[in-house]
């Protein structure tokens, strides 16, 4: 799965899709042949998923340093400034 197809997935979607496959299996009475293949897309999905809130969480981190960055700077100016506030 490329980088492209991950960023792309519909996270609503995807999780709602995940979350009728788990009702599904807690439905019972599964037929085996069946249960293996819904199993595998319901691992394709999970690793989807994870692939995806990895970016987010990365975008968030990326977004928090900057703002950081920003602060200290600021900081910084204030202070060579002779200014506190």
Do not use: C, P
């Not at 692939?51 to 600021?74: C, H, M, P, R, S």
């Amino acid at each position: 799965m490329s980088a492209k197809t991950t960023s792309k997935i519909n996270f609503a979607k995807s999780y709602d899709e995940l979350q009728k496959l788990v009702e599904w299996f807690e439905k019972g009475d599964v037929d085996l042949e069946e249960g293996v293949k819904k199993f595998e897309d319901g691992i394709k999905l999970v690793g989807e998923l994870k692939k995806y809130l990895g970016n987010i969480e990365a975008k968030v981190k990326q977004i928090k340093a900057k703002f950081e960055n920003n602060t200290e700077e600021d900081d910084d100016e204030e202070e060579k400034d002779g200014k506190l506030f």
